[in-house]
């Protein structure tokens, strides 16, 4: 099993950090289409989120964050698991963000994901985003 982990190409790694130094045994990792959260040193827990199913992405910083160069990105997403994943004390907070929408846009493309915002908070203010949505029948039968 752990020869699948090595096999997995990741695009960033880091640490949680404490006064900015990788003193924390809680890893991030990110794939190509997966967002990965380790957790533990002699019980470890594995958290996983699918890109696709990122709805949302925020990033903060403190005082004490800014001072050592690290800052907290959280990831919303509709997994039933995780469905806020933080981030927490990770250096280039800013850059990691990009990063993952990137390639959470690239994964819905992939996955041809269509996402109804509009629909999804029932507020049409007479938008007709809708009309492009083809559900393959005609409307005449």
Same mark, same amino acid.
């Given at each position: ?28 990792? *990110? ?7 380790? @957790?533990?040193? %002699?019980?470890? +827990?594995?958290? !996983?989120?699918?890109?696709? /199913? ?32 933080? *981030? ?7 850059? @990691?963000?990009? %990063?993952?929408? +990137?390639?959470? !846009?690239?994964?819905?493309? /992939? ?31």
């Amino acid at each position: 099993m752990a020869k699948a982990k090595n096999e997995i190409a990741y695009l960033w790694r880091d640490r949680k950090r404490y006064l900015g130094m990788p003193l924390s045994f809680t890893r991030f990792a *990110l794939s190509e289409d997966r967002l990965f959260q380790s @957790v533990g040193f %002699l019980n470890i +827990k594995d958290d !996983e989120v699918l890109l696709y /199913r990122v709805r949302d992405i925020d990033t903060s910083r403190t005082l004490w964050q800014r001072i050592f160069g690290v800052g907290t990105v959280t990831v919303m997403s509709s997994d039933k698991t995780t469905p806020n994943l933080e *981030l927490k004390n990770i250096k280039h907070p800013m850059e @990691v963000k990009e %990063l993952l929408h +990137k390639q959470v !846009e690239e994964m819905k493309i /992939r996955r041809r994901v269509r996402v109804g915002e509009i629909m999804a908070t029932g507020d049409n203010m007479g938008d007709d985003s809708d009309d492009d949505m083809d559900d393959g029948m005609d409307d005449d039968t």
